[in-house]
């Protein structure tokens, strides 16, 4: 059939979860058994995400194809369980450079370059581009930002020209928006989402249904009454109020008829939806048969969503090991003060496990290096990625190899032990975006180690992760600390000078858990199918909770809640 396409747009406030609603839609398509793909629109200047600060922007997404990206492209990939790449987000900064370049090369022939119509013929070329890439019946297009906002114009006026340029029954507008509750007054004030409605109309857009965001349940006098100043139909107004698990808003949704009306409004076969998965992952949720707790050691701690594809691995982890894991985030560079001694890092012991996310630059890599090291020595859980990894061999090292002064190049330039370094093809690097070790890399599996078993890798124990570094376990570094009895459990095939391959992942064979890889694994997480070293980290957890004496968890509890932030 022809490439059908739904606009997503936001309205009232910025954050509603306009990626949840279009990601839920998408899955709902999916279940239908539609070929869909996702586009997010980023109205920025930037380029890509890629030079942005976590506690600006949230995560750094990285794709297959090494693209950074926003973060709702990540939720795209764990909804739909598909696999995106560079097209599917789109920023001005691409927008306006491609238009540039076109310009100097003289392409336009002597035309006045306007916005109107050769930057909207660009985002109208990117978005078809991707619907072409995935072979897609559909494209979900979100437009980031909010409804008046300034840098959003030429995209919005891009998808009203769109429903022209590609009919009525083959396009669909569909608007998420906020309606607040007074407690003071005990009522839901629709006022807000009749003026964003109204100004979504001003651009030459109405929309054809909304997706109405709500502390709780919306009355049907709340919907009627947004019906009737928005020109939409009163059963085309559908409530995402807060649900307790984000994956319970598919079924939320398709309970409300979302899915019945685009197929009724973009003239699709009627289709029973299969969602077991959902309902099963959401019975877990709510009534999981154990509990575990988990230390997250970082340093943009202070703002969750900078590790986001993160904490829904732990999560699909935990489904799949019928747990409800409890985060608890623990800024590293509380850790990382001189004057704390071993015994203020006593509670991190009544954790079930401890995990050191990826980052960059020297702010509290100390904490991080004395969780590392109190998780091996005292046989807690441990999983490092990325930068967490590196930490595990800084640490191991120091305190095992009797390399003291060990260190990586990034953190101490002049450190007579540099078991960590960048990476040589880094050295003639000139700028910053997109310029790091970036995208999926395979990653060959020693025989006989803990990942080999967790990842089950056939075609000669090879399998492929998504990476995003710039600094590496230095190559001479490696033979002391295997002889001190750390082992390499993955490398990276056939890369000159690094002997047998770039390291990949460690681990200690006897510890409960103690792994580290240089790749990102959370980035490849599904509901479907959770990452292979987060589903052993959260076993091991399990384990170790489960062996707790009758009590403990109680006293782990209260010492925790006393000493993390």
């Known amino acids: 059939m022809a490439t059908k396409y739904v606009f997503i747009t936001g309205g009232v406030v910025s954050s509603l979860g306009k990626g949840i609603a279009t990601s839920s839609l998408g899955a709902l398509l999916r279940a239908r058994g539609y070929r869909v793909t996702a586009v997010k629109i980023d109205p920025y200047i930037n380029v890509d995400a890629g030079t942005m600060r976590p506690y600006e922007h949230g995560e750094v997404f990285v794709t297959d194809d090494g693209a950074e990206t926003d973060l709702d492209v990540g939720t795209y990939e764990r909804f739909l369980d598909i696999d995106l790449a560079r097209g599917n987000n789109v920023t001005t900064g691409q927008v306006y450079q491609t238009v540039i370049d076109r310009e100097r090369r003289g392409a336009y022939l002597s035309q006045t370059v306007q916005v109107i119509p050769h930057v909207t013929d660009e985002i109208k070329r990117r978005i078809r581009a991707a619907g072409e890439a995935a072979h897609a019946e559909i494209v979900l297009v979100e ?244 930068l967490g990894m590196q930490v595990a061999v800084i640490e191991y090292a120091r305190h095992v190899a009797g390399l003291e002064a060990a260190n990586s190049t990034e953190f101490d330039p002049y450190t007579p032990h540099p078991v960590v370094a960048l990476m040589p093809e880094q050295l003639e690097v000139d700028g910053m975006g997109g310029t790091m070790r970036l995208g999926s890399w395979p990653m060959r599996l020693s025989p006989g180690t803990r990942l080999a078993a967790l990842y089950d890798a056939e075609a000669g124990g090879v399998v492929h992760e998504r990476h995003r570094h710039r600094y590496e376990v230095a190559p001479d570094a490696v033979a002391p600390l295997v002889e001190a009895g750390l082992v390499v459990a993955g490398v990276t095939p056939g890369m000159e000078g690094r002997g047998e391959g770039l390291v990949e992942a460690i681990e200690l064979p006897d510890h409960p858990y103690y792994v580290g890889v240089q790749s990102h694994p959370e980035f490849r997480s599904r509901l479907m199918r959770p990452s292979p070293p987060f589903a052993g980290f959260i076993a091991a957890a399990k384990a170790r909770a489960d062996a707790a004496p009758s009590g403990a968890a109680t006293t782990a509890g209260a010492v925790a809640d006393a000493d993390a932030p």
């Open 143 to 386: 437009v980031g930002g909010t409804v008046g906002d300034i840098e959003s114009l030429p995209f919005l006026e891009a998808i009203r020209q769109m429903r022209f340029e590609e009919g009525r029954d083959q396009t669909l507008y569909l608007h998420v928006t906020l309606v607040p509750y007074l407690g003071t007054s005990e009522e839901f004030k629709t006022k807000p989402t009749q003026h964003s409605v109204a100004t979504l109309r001003g651009y030459g857009i109405q929309p054809d249904a909304l997706v109405v965001r709500s502390e709780r349940p919306l009355p049907d006098e709340g919907r009627a009454k947004i019906a009737l100043f928005s020109n939409v139909e009163a059963r085309d107004v559908f409530n995402a109020y807060n649900a307790e698990h984000v994956y319970a808003v598919p079924e939320m949704l398709e309970q409300q008829g979302i899915g019945r009306f685009t197929e009724r409004r973009l003239h699709l076969e009627k289709v029973v939806p299969e969602l077991h998965v959902w309902h099963d992952a959401v019975r877990t949720l709510r009534e999981p048969a154990g509990r575990v707790r988990i230390a997250v050691v970082g340093k943009y701690v202070a703002m969750p969503d900078a590790y986001l594809s993160l904490n829904e691995a732990l999560v699909h982890a935990g489904i799949a090991n019928d747990v409800a894991v409890d985060v608890e985030w623990v800024p590293a560079e509380d850790l990382a003060a001189a004057d704390v001694g071993a015994g203020d890092l006593d509670f991190l012991d009544a954790y079930d496990g401890v995990l050191v996310p990826g980052g960059f630059g020297v702010r509290g890599i100390e904490g991080k290096v004395r969780a590392a090291r109190l998780a091996r020595e005292r046989g807690v859980p441990y999983l490092g990625i990325c």
